[in-house]
């Protein structure tokens, strides 16, 4: 099973979209799209973590890419993805065949209690 990639920030969870690679002799920091592999002497960084991107004193950063977009969706994602469609599916009314529409049967009779009333709730829609 593959695991969606994560920022190599420590404590840092969200999910890597650029990866950092270093050029020692240069003094240059490379920041560019998600690498298709994790390499041994990259960093993969989340999208916070890639635009606060600071280097030592004396270094420069080589942006090759303004914006980041997430890794695409691995097998597991589409796996899960389809998973969900047939959930959904599953609740699809079948049609009904061969049966006369009858009225619904009256289980309990509402008695009239004239006019509607209305309340003031506390709290309304953001309790
Ligand atoms: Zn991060």
């Not at 990866?19 to 020692?24: E, K």
């Not at 969900?84 to 049967?105: K, N, Y």
Request: a negative charge; one cysteine or more.
């Amino acid at each position: 099973m593959k695991m969606r990639r994560q920022c190599s920030r420590s404590a840092c969870v969200r999910p890597a979209v650029a990866t950092l690679t270093y050029d020692y002799d240069d003094s240059t920091a490379v920041l560019g799209p998600l690498s298709l592999q994790a390499e041994p002497h990259a960093y993969d960084l989340c999208e916070v973590h890639a635009e606060r991107l600071t280097v030592p004193r004396g270094w420069q950063v080589v942006r090759l890419a303004t914006e980041f977009e997430p890794a695409p969706p691995s097998p597991d994602d589409l796996l899960a993805l389809a998973e969900a469609v047939r959930e959904a599916s599953r609740f699809v009314p079948q049609r009904v065949t061969g049966l006369r529409a009858e009225p619904a049967p009256v289980t309990h009779e509402v008695a009239p209690t004239g006019r509607p009333t209305f309340e003031i709730v506390k709290g309304g829609l953001d309790a």
